[in-house]
C-alpha cells in the first residue's frame, strides 16, 4: 500500500510562495501518476495538478496555471508543488494521491481515480 505524507504547509502573505512535498516511504514513486488536490472548509475537494510516473506530462487547473508548478524527483521518491503568487483563494487543506499508471491519459485531476491519498497539509494566505 502506497503512504504518501505531504509538508510544507503553512501560512503566508498574498503574492508569497511555498512549496509543498509529498514523500512516499516503502514503494516507489516511478509508476505513479501524483495529483496534488485541495480542500477549502464547506467546498468539495478540486483538483490542483497532476503529474505522470516520468514527469514527462503535466496539467493544472484553470485557477493555478501559469503560478503553480508540479514536478518529480523520483530519486527522491518525491514530488512537489510550487506555488507561487499566492492568493487567499488558494487557502485550503492541499493533498496529494497515487494512481499507480505509467499512462498519461489517465493522470487527470479526478479524485476517484487515485487509491492512496496522503493526510493533508494546510495552506493559508491571508495577511
Known amino acids: 500500500q502506497l503512504q504518501l505524507v505531504e509538508s510544507g504547509g503553512g501560512l503566508v502573505q498574498p503574492g508569497g510562495s511555498l512549496r509543498l512535498s509529498c514523500a512516499a516511504s516503502e514503494i516507489t514513486l516511478d509508476r505513479y501518476a501524483i495529483g496534488w488536490f485541495r480542500q477549502a472548509p464547506g467546498k468539495e475537494r478540486e483538483g490542483v495538478s497532476c503529474i505522470d510516473s516520468s514527469g514527462e506530462y503535466t496539467n493544472y487547473a484553470d485557477s493555478v496555471k501559469g503560478r503553480f508548478t508540479i514536478s518529480r524527483d523520483n530519486t527522491e521518491n518525491t514530488v512537489y508543488l510550487q506555488m507561487n503568487s499566492l492568493k487567499p483563494e488558494d487557502t485550503a487543506i492541499y493533498y496529494c494521491?497515487?494512481?499507480?499508471?505509467?499512462?498519461?491519459?489517465?493522470?487527470?485531476?479526478?479524485?476517484?481515480?487515485?487509491?492512496?491519498w496522503g493526510q493533508g497539509t494546510q495552506v493559508t494566505v491571508s495577511s
Open positions: 494521491a497515487g494512481m499507480r499508471t505509467t499512462l498519461q491519459s489517465l493522470c487527470a485531476r479526478i479524485p476517484r481515480l487515485f487509491g492512496s
